[in-house]
């Protein structure tokens, strides 16, 4: 843990600390030694929050995005069950930000939990088996609603060179007007090529994608969930339209941890776009 009660004021680790935990009052004991990062630990052995994952500098790096009254705040339901948010924003969005695999019993019982939350994932353990392919255009453009995109495998012919095939909707409608993109199966097969331009023209983040060995809890999560592959860009993953297809969303950082903090709902991140304040890290 990050932080400690200490003659009741929240306090970071120091050497020779002595503490409580702001859950259950337990005593805690400062960790700082040269070689591990700095925290509390529970004197014994145990931590009165059994979702709490032992902390990385990952974890710490994601905490210390935020201010310090948003971070570790313990939340408590109706029926007086508690727990300990990585990070709880001044509009009430939860994040957790997760480095380990969970169980989707654990993720649904976070998800009942917290409600308004959002999850923020460590993608360095599965990078090499998640590719990113070709953009899209904005779903709600007008390019958008008459293609349906054919899902993108790896090692594709094409599509490591960040090719996309689609069929368009009113092809397939001159035979079956009743016809839904959910159903759009075959037609004249057509190259991401042969509109490129109207493409880029519309961009705003969208591309397809394909995950190895998928973590399929998170495809089933019913709160968003963005990956952090180490770098200035979050990875959203989203359903691109009606067609059901799975794609991601690029958002920066700076993005996500202003929406955050300024958004009141965790479905609301990401979706307005103006320019940000200069003062946001």
């Known amino acids: ?14 050497p020779s600390g002595r503490g409580s935990c702001p859950i259950c009052g337990s005593e805690m004991v400062a960790k700082c030694g040269p070689r591990v990062m700095h925290h509390w630990a529970h004197h014994r052995p145990k931590d009165c929050d059994p979702w709490w994952e032992n902390e990385t500098p990952w974890h710490r790096e994601w905490k210390n995005l935020f201010p310090i009254e948003c971070r570790e705040v313990s939340h408590t ?17 939860v994040i957790e930000v997760q480095h380990s695999s969970m169980t989707d019993a654990e993720r649904q019982s976070r998800e009942e939990f917290y409600e308004n939350l959002v999850w923020v994932i460590d993608g360095s353990g599965f990078r090499k088996n998640f590719d990113i ?47 839904t993109k959910a159903e759009v199966c075959s037609g004249r097969i057509h190259s991401i090529y042969e509109i490129q331009d109207e493409v880029d023209k519309s ?34 993953l989203e359903i691109y339209d ?19 903090m300024v958004e009141t709902q965790a479905h609301d991140i990401a979706t307005r776009f103006y320019p940000l304040p200069e003062n946001v890290p």
Not at 1 to 14: C, H, I, K, S, T
Not at 77 to 93: L, N, P, Q, S
Request: glycine residues 6%.
């Open 133 to 179: 392919y070709h953009g899209l255009p904005d779903p709600k453009s007008e390019l958008a609603r008459d293609l349906v995109w054919g899902k993108v495998q790896r090692h594709m012919i094409g599509a490591n060179a960040g090719a996309g095939l689609f069929f368009r909707l009113s092809e397939a409608r001159e035979e079956n007007p009743n016809i």
């Open 1 to 14: 843990m990050q932080f400690a009660l200490v003659n009741n004021d929240r306090v970071e680790a120091f």
């Open 242 to 260: 009606d067609s059901e297809l799975e794609c991601i969303r690029y958002v920066s950082k700076r993005k996500f941890v202003h929406d955050a």
């Open 77 to 93: 339901a109706d029926d007086g069950e508690i727990h300990r948010a990585d990070i709880k924003t001044v509009t009430g969005i």
């Open 203 to 236: 961009y705003n983040g969208y591309h397809q994608y394909y995950w190895v060995r998928p973590r399929t809890t998170w495809l089933d999560a019913k709160c968003p969930v963005y990956i952090d592959f180490g770098d200035d860009r979050l990875v959203k």
